[in-house]
């Protein structure tokens, strides 16, 4: 799932990781086809979620892969285990990308969840200050000592600003 970056990873970090996003989790695989010809041709580097979308990139001497999708754009995600590989295919009302790979169970699910929850998440509204960590957390205080927020809801989304600094 995430864990040591693989060399289209490092390259993703270095040419296309805008500036405040964070990379969540990332798995190894293909897109296209395995005998596929054109723009179905096969095309194996690394599925790359972020806080804001969700990516293929593969780094190569010839040039370079990279299909992107923002997380709110994301209509339905659908999953299929077959013989030991799995697909994760992701729909928008125009487009989809679908992504397959040997990876274990368990990270692939692991990928499936963080996209789930992170693409279900409200964007902030206009007057929301999404720069400053800080001054969210002060308000999410307030909130809780106001009784607004239990304390379970106060700590996970202390946990997801905290990792923002």
Known sequence: ????????VTA????????GEQILAHLEGWVGDVMGKGDKTQRNGQFILTNERACFYRK?????????????????VETLSRMGWRVLRLHTSHDELAFKTFEAKESFEQVYELLEQHRHQTPASPGTSQ?????????????RDSGLLTEDEFAAKKVTLLARL
């Open 1 to 8: 799932m995430k864990g040591i970056d693989t060399k289209h």
């Open 12 to 19: 993703f970090r270095a040419a296309k990781l805008k500036s």
């Open 60 to 76: 190569g001497l010839m040039g370079e892969v990279f299909e992107t999708i923002p997380l709110p754009k994301i209509t339905s």
């Open 131 to 143: 720069s400053d960590p800080m001054e969210q957390l002060k308000k999410l205080g307030e909130l």
